[in-house]
T-cell receptor, first 112, second 115 residues
Framework: QKEVEQDPGPLSVPEGAIVSLNCTYSNSAFQYFMWYRQYSRKGPELLMYTYSSGNKEDGRFTAQVDKSSKYISLFIRDSQPSDSATYLC????????????FGKGTRLSVIA | GAVVSQHPSWVICKSGTSVKIECRSLDFQATTMFWYRQFPKQSLMLMAT?????????EQGVEKDKFLINHASLTLSTLTVTSAHPEDSSFYICSASEDYNSPLHFGNGTRLTVT
């Protein structure tokens, strides 16, 4: 079993839809959870950074962490064509300045 | 916010030559930087951890003599791909964090093509 599992998609949704992206993991020691957005031929851009279980909201983005189920989610409301990218979940034990364990990434296309 | 700059963004080289990629933290000091490699439609794979003033730590399977890392200052780490071969063609990305309580930020990557 891989440490982090993420459905690679592709996922295609109409503009304005709510998008749900998910990852599961096996290492119960993970405490820090991140979502990165990566456009083609660009480096990953940090979207959300959360510690332990709970929800965090930032504009149209909401991150949820359920440590009991080892499951994290990213919701995108009112999706836009500019949201079309690959979304990578990442996590680690110590937080900051330590290498991350990444999911494979989910390719999202938002169709106008 | 923290900015990590990478140069060049794209490089083509001939087989057998060496290529140097620079990674800079623009508005913060980074004692540690991380180098990742990404193949098409794959996730990021950690290659090595670059430590300022000391030797880099390489992940299993990464040839340290082929991928030379130098972290000479608190704002600059370089990755040199020596005697490059076509199979080294990939997307190389560096990352760094401002401190132990902050998340990693990534550079925009360097696309290396070896012909």
């Amino acid at each position: 079993q891989k440490e982090v599992e993420q459905d690679p998609g592709p996922l295609s949704v109409p503009e304005g839809a709510i998008v749900s992206l998910n990852c599961t993991y096996s290492n119960s020691a993970f405490q820090y959870f991140m979502w990165y957005r990566q456009y083609s031929r660009k480096g990953p851009e940090l979207l959300m950074y959360t510690y332990s279980s709970g929800n965090k909201e930032d504009g149209r983005f909401t991150a949820q962490v359920d440590k009991s189920s080892k499951y994290i989610s990213l919701f995108i409301r009112d999706s836009q064509p500019s949201d079309s990218a690959t979304y990578l979940c990442a996590m680690d034990v110590w937080g900051g300045n330590t290498p991350l364990v990444f999911g494979k990434g989910t390719r999202l296309s938002v169709i106008a | 916010g923290a900015v990590v700059s990478q140069h060049p963004s794209w490089v083509i080289c001939k087989s057998g030559t060496s290529v140097k990629i620079e990674c800079r933290s623009l508005d913060f000091q980074a004692t540690t930087m991380f180098w990742y490699r990404q193949f098409p439609k794959q996730s990021l794979m950690l290659m090595a951890t670059s430590n300022e003033g000391s030797k880099a730590t390489y992940e299993q399977g990464v040839e340290k003599d082929k991928f030379l890392i130098n972290h000479a200052s608190l704002t600059l780490s370089t990755l040199t791909v020596t005697s490059a071969h076509p199979e080294d063609s990939s997307f190389y990305i560096c990352s760094a964090s401002e401190d132990y309580n902050s998340p990693l930020h990534f550079g925009n990557g360097t696309r290396l093509t070896v012909t």
